[in-house]
């Protein structure tokens, strides 16, 4: 007989071996653009400009944060040749 069980964010489920053996009748659900565990690359699902993403670094959090948002966000929406 297969359970859940729920730790944190995570949710853990058991099955049989004979629950196992079958296909899954599970359906996804869409991701979350607000959940803080969800790791997105710099576009968010909903098309807005990820600003914890790693590969921004300390630019969007450092010193010149609201400088460096104003103008990468300038330059990401821009519809000009570079």
Same mark, same amino acid.
């Given at each position: 007989m297969s359970y859940c069980r729920q730790e944190e964010k $995570? #949710? ?5 071996? *004979?629950?196992?053996?079958?296909? &899954? /009748?599970?359906?996804?659900?869409? $991701? $979350?653009? !607000?959940?803080?565990y969800e790791e997105h690359g710099l576009m968010l699902p !909903? ?7 790693? +590969?921004?670094? *300390?630019?969007? /959090?450092?010193?010149?944060? *609201? #400088? =460096?948002? &104003?103008? =990468?966000?300038?330059?990401? +929406? &821009?519809?000009? *040749?570079?």
């Amino acid at each position: 007989m297969s359970y859940c069980r729920q730790e944190e964010k $995570d #949710q853990i489920i058991f099955v049989t071996k *004979e629950e196992h053996e079958t296909p &899954s /009748s599970v359906e996804l659900v869409a $991701d $979350d653009p !607000n959940d803080p565990y969800e790791e997105h690359g710099l576009m968010l699902p !909903n098309g807005n400009i990820n600003w914890n993403c790693p +590969y921004l670094g *300390e630019m969007a /959090s450092g010193h010149c944060r *609201e #400088q =460096f948002k &104003s103008a =990468f966000h300038c330059f990401h +929406y &821009s519809k000009e *040749e570079i």
